[in-house]
């Protein structure tokens, strides 16, 4: 018998465990964080390196040539060099956006159901106000009277769907507090701070990442939308929401430079949110 043959039903088995769609849902944006960190290794041009000479070069197999895969565009800057460093750019920037949404939603929580009462009802009051707010719209108004920068950009992005954590750290940590693991180290002497972050955060971590699995795809294309209307990043930075409203231009004579950030965008954003059902699915208790 070959000692290479795998039993059907352990392959089967497998993809239960990890179904296809899963599989590229992981592995995208896994490519896509490889890229983020080797992007210095894999461009061979400068991001900003200009060439007259070959400005709407057309990608390869297009009548194109094998020193720009994905063309170039108006400046003659190649296009695969610029997209590989709008995906660090745009991936950096939702990564610490949502960290920062992430920490004020779950501070907000925890402060909710340590204090309750009149506390309690104030945090949630303002996280029902945050929620009601056009976030969008008010982002707009702030970067076009402040003027658009990086940390301003950041600091906004980071200020949208925390009270999405406030509301599910405030119930979460209100059901650990009353189990009997919470209640021991109470009885022991701990600190209300030592409670919540030593003992509570933890157990409620694993929920909240996959919050914020959900929420980073938002994340990214609220940073496309300001910088497709020239209030995100500026040049001679570029980010995908960048390329596209630059593209947008050349849409009848050069598509490829709308076409390849648009469609690393299309792809990234569903396969994060996959990743995130997935997770989410996993960790429910309710469903074994």
Same mark, same amino acid.
């Given at each position: 018998m070959d000692q290479n043959y795998t039993p059907p039903g352990r392959i089967s088995r497998f993809f239960e465990k990890w179904p296809l769609l899963v599989l590229f849902a992981l592995?995208?944006?896994? =490519?896509?964080?490889?890229?983020?960190?080797?992007?210095?290794? @894999?461009?061979?041009?400068a991001i900003n390196a200009t060439d @007259? !000479?070959? !400005?709407?070069?057309?990608?390869?197999g297009f009548g194109g040539s094998v020193l720009h895969p994905f063309g170039t565009d108006e400046l003659g800057r190649d296009v695969m060099t610029? =997209?590989?460093f709008s995906i660090r750019m745009s991936v950096a920037i939702a990564f610490v956006a949502a960290i920062i949404s992430a920490v004020i939603g779950t501070a907000v929580g925890l402060i909710a159901a340590h204090f309750r009462g009149v506390v309690e009802d104030m945090m949630m009051a303002l996280a029902d106000v945050g929620s009601s707010l056009p976030f969008m719209i008010i982002a707009l108004a702030v970067l076009a009277i402040f003027?658009?920068?990086?940390? @301003?950009?950041v600091c906004l992005m980071g200020l949208s769907g925390w009270e999405r954590y406030a509301r599910l750290t405030r119930g979460l940590t209100i059901s650990a507090k009353e189990q009997?693991?919470?209640?021991?180290v109470r009885q022991l002497g701990a600190s209300p701070a030592r409670v919540y972050l030593v003992h509570i955060l933890p157990n409620i971590g694993g929920t909240l990442l996959v919050t914020m699995t959900l929420t980073?795809?938002?994340?990214? =294309?609220l940073e496309t939308g300001l910088s497709f209307l020239g209030l995100g990043v500026q040049p001679p930075a570029s980010s995908l929401g960048n390329m596209i409203g630059f593209g947008r231009q050349y849409l009848h004579t050069a598509p490829w430079i709308l076409l390849a950030p648009s469609a690393v965008v299309v792809l990234t954003t569903p396969?994060?949110?996959?990743?995130?059902?997935w997770l989410r699915d996993r960790m429910d208790p309710t469903l074994h």
């Open positions: 592995g995208w944006p896994a =490519l896509m964080l490889a890229v983020s960190a080797l992007a210095d290794v @894999l461009t061979p041009y @007259l !000479r070959n !400005r709407l070069h057309s990608p390869m610029r =997209l590989i003027g658009s920068n990086l940390f @301003l950009l009997g693991y919470a209640r021991a980073f795809p938002e994340v990214i =294309l396969s994060i949110s996959t990743v995130g059902d």
